[in-house]
């Protein structure tokens, strides 16, 4: 789903910065539905790609995209070097019609969309972490299915 995603939003990033990948390969099995997984993940790396291109629009930065399992979830990390969000908007990030960006320029939508993939759809986790002038860490986290043995 991940490399999926980034395929698609390849010309999302392409131009702005360098992605790089950690995919844990032995991710235990969780039951979602893999396009609105993919989706979400491919909305993240955009926004990453939009942050990166405006804090600075003659060079590159960076997008480091994870995977791992962490106890009953696994984790989808996406890490990059843009703008950062400031901590008195933090919080807001995943509200419907919230935007960071300039009038015109996003529907604010993007992030809650993924925020009701993730936690409504799959009964996930999604999370910001973020510093100004240093860039922004979202994760998405799934619960692991879980098997019983008879």
């Not at 994870?66 to 996406?78: K, L, P, Q």
């Amino acid at each position: 789903m991940v490399r999926n995603a980034l395929l698609v939003g390849k010309n999302q990033w392409n131009e702005v910065a360098d992605v790089e990948t950690v995919l844990e390969l032995d991710l235990p099995t969780i039951e979602c539905l893999p396009v609105e997984i993919s989706q979400a993940v491919f909305q993240l790396v955009a926004n990453a790609s939009q942050a990166i291109a405006a804090s600075n629009p003659e060079g590159r930065g960076s997008i480091r995209v994870t995977t791992r399992r962490a106890g009953d979830s696994a984790e989808i990390e996406v890490r990059d070097t843009g703008t950062g969000i400031p901590e008195d908007i933090r919080t807001r990030v995943f509200d419907p019609f919230f935007s960071t960006k300039d009038v015109g320029r996003g529907t604010g939508l993007g992030l809650a969309i993924v925020y009701d993939t993730v936690v409504n759809k799959h009964g996930g986790e999604v999370s910001c972490e973020s510093e100004l002038g240093v860039g922004s860490v979202f994760c998405i986290r799934l619960p692991v299915l879980v098997t019983h043995s008879v």
